[in-house]
């Protein structure tokens, strides 16, 4: 097979995968693509991949990825477009205690409601109501040990209300830089 065959080939596997995704209603593994597809993992990963390059230049869409499915939605930066084309209220603001307990829950998951609690220093059943209402967390399973409580992580809705395209573009968790920020909040009160 020529150099060009294979890019043509690529580049109708990508169009599939890309059609696919258009009509999917949410995330869809690889897996999944590649059985619908008749093709191999490894190729549906190339195509998701050549399909990413291609959306980053002068596109309205992006491949995003969570928990080891991918979706494709709209661009982050053109969500006032969206909303009012929509006729759809600008989204609601998370209170500090929610911002507080999402954070955590990203950065720590998959993690326990007590272990949140025990991070927060506070009951945050509310706030998980409320993060679970809103589609930003969900349940991921079940810790083993007494009671098997619940394991909650993000969604890919929080991933789009943030315009994250995976978890590997949030921030680097410092802990120095936490802890820098405590000690001087210690020092003004």
Known sequence: MSEQEKNQTKSELAMLVEAL??????????????????????????????LHQSLLQDHGLQIQW???????????ELSGAIEKFLGLEATAKLSRAALETLAIIAYRQPITRPGVDAIRGVNSDGVMRSLLSKGLV??????????RPILYGTSSEFLQHFGLASL?????????????AEQSSLLKD
């Open 168 to 180: 590997d573009e949030m921030p680097a968790y410092d802990t120095a830089q936490i802890e820098q």
């Open 66 to 76: 969570n928990h080891g499915k991918v979706q494709l939605t709209t661009r982050p």
């Open 138 to 147: 969900e349940d991921v399973g079940r810790a083993e040990g007494p009671g």
């Open 21 to 50: 995704l258009f009509v999917a209603a949410g995330p869809v593994s690889i897996a999944h693509l590649a059985e619908a597809l008749n093709a191999k993992p490894e190729e549906i990963d190339t195509s998701i991949q050549y």
